[in-house]
């Protein structure tokens, strides 16, 4: 499991090549934060069955609770998250060994919140994408995204945000450029690890040649505009894209800790079954959260 911790490194880039796709992961500290409370991870199984039954994980986690809580609930949902994904004991299709793997993920953090005092009220976001063939199974939990561009279509946000602002904007109280601008931006509706059950959604896309996904934190979105990102991610190389986005968000103030995977298939994925269990995108409304949780 190749997952970076927030006190491995101020920045760092770490890529893969597999038979059809090439993924590169990003960490920044950014420019105003002195510690970096995300997390990201790629893994590739050594184990063949394995890889043939559970394919390739990603995530990109970003913590809250300040101090060290923050780093240590980021890095603990992506390590707990993944090792209960390809748990040989869990026979279950991708989309409920995902929805397990986050709730494993979620009682941990939780359980360390009540019992260490200096984890009291940490939490996390989490976005996790399992790829097996040519289907990209996605688990979500908080305001970290993740996006879709296919070859001939602008950029599209799979995954919806559980934050206060995105409820207000699909209610029409506000639009994208208020919630851009809101001081309340950063309350979350669904954290991993503020209680002892969690509510996970999950998605499927059908994976096409040529496509892009892009999971990321916060601190790249809410500085690069969507139209930004499509641009750069029409770029020749995932490496080339990760390099544009990471400069434009510091540029633009870097004002969070900026994490992110970039993932394109480069040649046609091979065909699968669906599982059963995930939407398939685009996923339909889900209601309002009345739980806020406050990050950063």
């Not at 190749?2 to 006190?7: G, I």
């Not at 101020?10 to 090439?22: A, D, E, I, M």
């Not at 959604?201 to 096409?208: G, R, S, Y």
């Not at 601190?219 to 139209?227: F, H, S, T």
Request: hydrophobic fraction near 35%.
């Amino acid at each position: 499991m190749d997952l970076r911790r927030p006190q491995d490194r101020q920045n760092l880039q770490v890529s893969c090549k597999g038979n059809f796709l090439t993924a590169i992961m990003t960490t920044d500290v950014g420019r105003k934060r002195d510690n970096n409370e995300d997390s990201c991870v790629i893994h590739v199984p050594a184990d063949e069955m394995l890889l043939d039954s559970r394919g390739l994980f990603f995530g990109v986690a970003d913590g809250m609770g300040g101090a060290s809580a923050g780093e240590y609930a980021s890095c603990k949902a992506l390590e707990y998250s993944c090792k209960s994904y390809y748990d040989k004991n869990i026979h279950a299709l991708v989309p409920a060994a995902l929805r397990k793997a986050v709730e494993t993920a979620n009682l941990f953090l939780y359980k360390e919140s009540e019992r260490v005092a200096e984890y009291s009220g940490m939490g996390t976001t989490l976005s996790a994408l399992a790829i097996l063939g040519n289907w990209g199974y996605i688990a979500q939990i908080g305001d970290s995204r993740v996006y879709l561009q296919r070859k001939g279509k602008q950029i599209q946000q799979i995954t919806d945000d559980h934050s206060l602002v995105a409820e207000q904007v699909k209610s029409g109280l506000i639009d994208k450029e208020e919630a851009n601008n809101h001081s309340l931006k950063n309350l979350i509706t669904r954290a991993v690890g503020i209680g002892e059950e969690i509510d996970v959604d999950l998605f499927a896309v059908n994976l096409q040649k040529e496509d892009t996904l892009l999971i990321c934190s916060d601190g790249l979105c809410n500085m690069v505009e969507d139209e930004d990102l499509d641009n750069y991610m029409h770029s020749d190389t995932v490496e080339e894209a990760a390099e544009k986005m990471l400069q434009h968000a510091l540029d633009a103030g870097g004002t969070d800790n900026i994490t992110f995977t970039l993932i394109r298939v480069h040649d046609t994925p091979p065909i699968t079954n669906y599982q059963q269990g995930a939407k398939v995108y685009p996923a339909g409304k889900r209601g309002f959260f009345s739980r806020l949780f406050r990050r950063g």
